[in-house]
Structure formats: C-alpha cells, structure tokens
C-alpha cells in the first residue's frame, strides 16, 4: 500500500523509478555541455559521481570512506554494485573504498569503441590521478582481475601497495599453441552467439548455473544473487559486453604478471567453472616477483559473493601484512 492508502501497481513503481531515474542521469543531447578534458562530474561525498575521461566517456564510480584506498574492480558483464558486501565491510574497517562501472558497464557511458583492456586499465589510470590515490590495493575479480593486472603493470608505479586477483582470468583465457590448455574459442563464440540471440535469457542462464556454482548438486541457490547479476548485467550496454567478450578471453597478461613488482594476492576456486584454476591461478603465480596463491575447494567463480564471510576475511588478513 501507498502512503496515501492506495495499492502501488507495478506500472506505477516503473513510471516512478524511470522519472527519478531521467532526474539522475546526465544530460547526453545536444544541449549537454562538451568537455573531453578529464573530470570529476560530482564533489567527493554525492551520492553519484561520474569522471569525464579524455575521450569524453562518463565513468561511474563510488568512493566511500577515508584511510588506506581499496579499489575494487568488477567482472563481465557487471558493475561496482557487485562489490557492495565488500564495500561496506571494509568501509567499517577504517578504509577508504572505491569502485568504478567499467566503460559500456552498470552506469558509465555504453560506449561502442574503446572496449578493450588497453583502455579499461587507462581509464583506471585516469580515476586515480583524479582522485588522487596513493598506497592503494587494487582487488579485481575475473575481467576486472585482468583489468588490475594491466593498470598496475602500466599505470601504478608509485600510486600501488598491493593487488588482490579473484577468480582472475590472468595470464590468458583463450586455448592457443602457446596455451594448450586454455579455453577453446567455441565456447567464447557460443557466449557472443547468445548475448546477440537473447541477452536478457543469457544473463539468467549464466549466474544460474556456473557463475555461482548452483548448477551442482544440493547447491544453496540465492534468486537474489540471480536477479542481482542480471539487473547489473542488463544495466550495462550491448555492444560494450560483446566487444568485453573478445578483451576478457583473448587478452594475453604474461608480460603483466612478469613487471607487477607488488605482492599480489592470487584467491581461486577449485570449482571455477568459468576460470578453470589449473589454466589460471596455477600458471599465473610462476610468473608474479612476489605472489601468494590461495585455493578453496569446491568454491565457484562468484565465491567473494556466495562465501563473503570467507573471502572477506583473507583479504583482511592479506591488506594489513
């Protein structure tokens, strides 16, 4: 019922939640004002904050809290809110906590060129200087685990304390002769054919069944975690998450791996369904100066969402070494 004793309809709560939602966003016609220049959209402590990076594409982020600066990068095809367990602990825990929507991801611009990890690890180039982090920890999972890896390696000298890789795609997905034992290109086609063909059923199919390990048996199935992934995978654009497709399972992180001169975290699922471990994790902790590799049986692909109280609890341990 509504404050005024009348029954809410669904059409009504969607006419409400697009209005407030034209209110929140920013103006992109002609009358929008241009600015390719870097910028922050918002003062620090807004509820929405968005930076202008050089080529004028709007990125999302939330940044919470002071102390230490933990970053927090999201995987395919989600968004910072898939990070909220984390971001409140360790808001609680006395740090400062921030995360970003990846370009064509959650709320930053659906861009349609620029979906590649190259531009991803510049853009978090970009969202440091502005918001001039130092002695940060990067934590990225699987895609935002590659993305991690590529900024520190490129762009973190100096503003970097320590990375953390969470079911990470690092070193390379894809199966090759250099990689015999990745994942064959079939499979990442089938992800491409069935994004085209029908997002919205995809985006149901994958966080029900491997992404979060439900798909085996007596799993404890979270319909919350589901809708979850689809909201934040429908949020983000199309052509942005087909491109990712290519940027998550093609992209090679060997020379990444081999220049990262912080420690680094390597957390994996013996369970990956999506990330097998043995082409992962296993490979990736050879070629790191100074990593430290934990594996947790029978956990999936999403654990840090599924088993936070675990995961949660390394990383703590992990950020105050």
């Known amino acids: 019922m509504s404050a005024h004793g009348m029954p809410f309809s669904r059409r009504n709560l969607l006419i409400a939640g697009s209005a407030a939602a034209l209110v929140a966003l920013p103006m992109t016609g002609p009358e929008a004002q241009t600015d390719t220049s870097p910028s922050l959209g918002s003062q620090k402590g807004h509820a929405m904050s ?3 990076t050089k080529d004028g594409t709007q990125i999302f982020y939330k940044d919470w809290g002071a102390g230490q600066p933990v970053v927090f990068h999201h995987g395919w095809p989600l968004s910072s809110d898939d990070w909220d367990n984390q971001m409140l602990f360790f808001l609680a825990q006395g740090y400062r906590v921030i995360a970003h929507d990846r370009r064509g991801h959650g709320r930053s611009t659906q861009t349609h060129t620029g979906n590649d990890m190259d531009t991803y690890a510049a853009d978090m180039a970009e969202l440091a200087a502005a918001l001039d982090l130092q002695n940060a920890i990067h934590v990225g999972h699987s895609t935002g685990g590659g993305e991690v890896a590529r900024y520190v390696a490129r ?20 199966k090759s002769d250099r990689n015999p034992g990745g994942t064959p290109i079939e499979v990442f086609d089938g992800y491409r054919a069935a994004l085209a063909a029908n997002r919205a059923q995809f985006y ?21 975690l589901i809708h979850n992934w689809w909201r934040q995978g429908m949020m983000g654009g ?41 082409d992962s994790k296993q490979l990736a902790i050879k070629l790191l100066r100074s990593g430290l590799l934990k594996t947790y049986k029978a956990l999936p692909h999403g654990m840090f969402a599924t088993h936070p109280e675990i995961i949660n609890a390394d990383l703590l341990a992990f950020m105050r070494t």
């Open 204 to 224: 149901l199919d994958v966080p029900s069944g491997p992404f979060y390990g439900f798909n085996r048996p007596g799993a404890n199935v979270s319909q919350g």
């Open 238 to 278: 199309a052509k942005a998450h087909y491109d990712c497709i290519r940027a998550f399972s093609e992209t090679d992180h060997t020379e990444d791996l081999r220049q990262i001169d912080v420690p680094v975290l390597l957390m994996h699922g013996e369970d990956d369904q999506v990330v097998p471990i043995a």
């Open 155 to 174: 762009h973190g000298k100096g503003r970097v304390a320590k990375a953390v890789l969470i079911s990470a795609i690092p070193p390379v997905m894809l």
């Open 50 to 52: 968005y930076l202008t």
